[in-house]
DNA sequence: CCAGACGTTGTT
DNA sequence: GTCTGG
DNA sequence: CCAGACGTTGTT
DNA sequence: GTCTGG
């Protein structure tokens, strides 16, 4: 699955690696332990272009009566994502790029939790799949994102058995054209990464606190 | 028809 | 055990 | 995801 | 809003 990611290149790079002409962001935070229920960037197409924005993780479809809902859903299972009520429509509709530098998965062994940090061999940004909802009482207006999963690859599979869906360069743009809304056409972007692509290695636990928030989290053990 | 859920993960 | 907060 | 709280009353 | 269960 998801729960933990960084995101630390600067809004400028991230413009760079996506294409971004246009962004209301000019600065972003760099952040080496993003968690569920925290503001995070994501790249979507408004029918013209696409473009930088904010999102709170955690998906609150926009018929929830409170946004208490948002903590459970952080992540959307590619394999189901058509069949499920809470996700079905921003899947066709309402699809994102969300950037990172690399992802956690904690790994158990005999009870013990030991976190990895998986990052891309090669250039350090990519986006994970994402979608997201406009949610409104009348008084508040939240928007909010959940990153797909799928299966681990072989790599990933010594870890733990799912991981984020990350996009490939060349399907990036295809994924956020909002044109494209057959079902059968979008699941094909969904697919694991092959295990090539990645490296992965044992972290501190330090991360496992999502107050912990600084450059050392990405140290090897 | 109405009522009630709407999610993923890991663990047992 | 379950929910909220980060 | 993991960590940490989890409650009400009355009084200041 | 939309789907599932009764």
């Not at 993003?34 to 473009?51: F, K, M």
């Not at 903590?71 to 069949?83: L, Q």
């Amino acid at each position: 699955m998801c729960g933990r990611f960084t995101l630390f290149d600067q809004i400028k790079a991230i413009q760079k690696r996506f294409g971004i002409n246009v962004s209301k962001l000019d600065e972003a935070t760099p952040s080496f332990n993003i968690a569920p229920s925290q503001s995070v960037i994501a790249i979507i197409n408004d029918g013209e272009r696409n473009r930088l924005g904010q999102l709170r993780w955690g998906l609150i479809p926009f018929w929830a009566k409170d946004t208490k809902i948002g903590y459970k859903m952080i992540n959307a299972r590619a394999e189901t994502i058509t069949e499920k009520s809470s996700f079905k429509h921003a899947f066709i509709r309402r699809r994102c790029l969300i950037p990172a530098n690399g992802f956690y998965e904690w790994k158990t062994v005999n009870g013990q939790k030991q976190p990895y940090l998986i990052q891309l061999k090669g250039e350090g940004l990519f986006g994970f799949a994402g979608l997201w909802e406009k949610w409104t009482d009348g008084e508040e207006t939240i928007f909010s994102c959940a990153i797909i999963t799928t299966e681990a690859n072989e790599m990933m599979s010594d870890i733990h058995h799912r991981m984020p869906v990350i996009v490939k360069k060349e399907e990036e743009a295809s994924w956020l054209d909002p044109n494209i809304q057959d079902p059968n056409t979008l699941k094909q972007f969904l697919l694991p990464i092959d295990s090539d692509e990645m490296k992965a290695y044992a972290v501190s636990a330090d991360v496992n606190s999502a107050k912990n928030n600084h450059e050392g989290l990405l140290n090897s053990l």
